[in-house]
């Protein structure tokens, strides 16, 4: 099953996309999608929507994970980072997606097996588990652990049974 991953964010949103058969990965494509700084939010937003949408429609995933966010000190940053998780989830769910939502604490225990690792840690296990992978920086890293994520999850799911239920 082809699973695509998303790192949202407002100025860039990772995305990764990964093949899954049973517990066996095979790295697809990865990238980012950017948001043009001096533009309105609104036009930002239709960035991101469309890049997702472009992204979707080359590489044709069947689901979809993308990674919850917490908020930040920041009010107004924050409130821009929810938009842009907001069409993380609208794009893949409007193309008629399955969408599973997993915090940066479950992905990197999914991948590093260590819910607090940092970003070199889960660099470094994305590399183990998708070998040769030339990951397209460190969104597009994030954006490829939470495929893993969710591709180990839909493995689980469909040993125990569980079949169409998304985490």
């Known amino acids: 099953m082809r699973l695509l991953g998303l ?10 996309i990964v093949d899954s058969q049973g517990t066996h990965l095979r790295h697809v494509a990865n990238g980012v999608v950017k948001s043009n700084a001096k ?3 609104a036009e ?8 997702l949408v472009e992204v979707i429609n080359e590489w044709r995933p069947r689901s979809c994970a993308v990674e919850e966010t917490f908020v930040n000190k920041n009010p107004t940053s924050t409130l821009k980072l929810g938009q842009a998780r ?7 769910a409007n193309a008629g997606l ?22 070199k840690q889960v660099d470094a296990m994305v590399q183990v588990l998708l070998p040769g992978v030339a990951i397209n920086g460190p969104d ?22 569980v079949g169409g239920v998304h985490l």
Not at 140 to 161: F, R, S
């Open 44 to 51: 930002r937003l239709v960035e991101l929507h469309d890049g």
């Open 98 to 119: 399955a969408v599973a939502e997993y915090t940066p604490n479950h992905v990197k225990k999914s991948v590093v097996g260590v819910g607090h690792a940092d970003k």
């Open 7 to 16: 790192d949202p964010g407002l100025q860039k949103t990772g995305w990764g």
């Open 140 to 161: 597009a890293a994030d954006a490829l652990a939470v495929a893993i994520c969710h591709a180990h999850h839909m493995a689980t799911a469909d040993k125990i049974g």
């Open 39 to 41: 533009r309105s939010l």
């Open 86 to 92: 907001g069409m993380a989830l609208f794009v893949p």
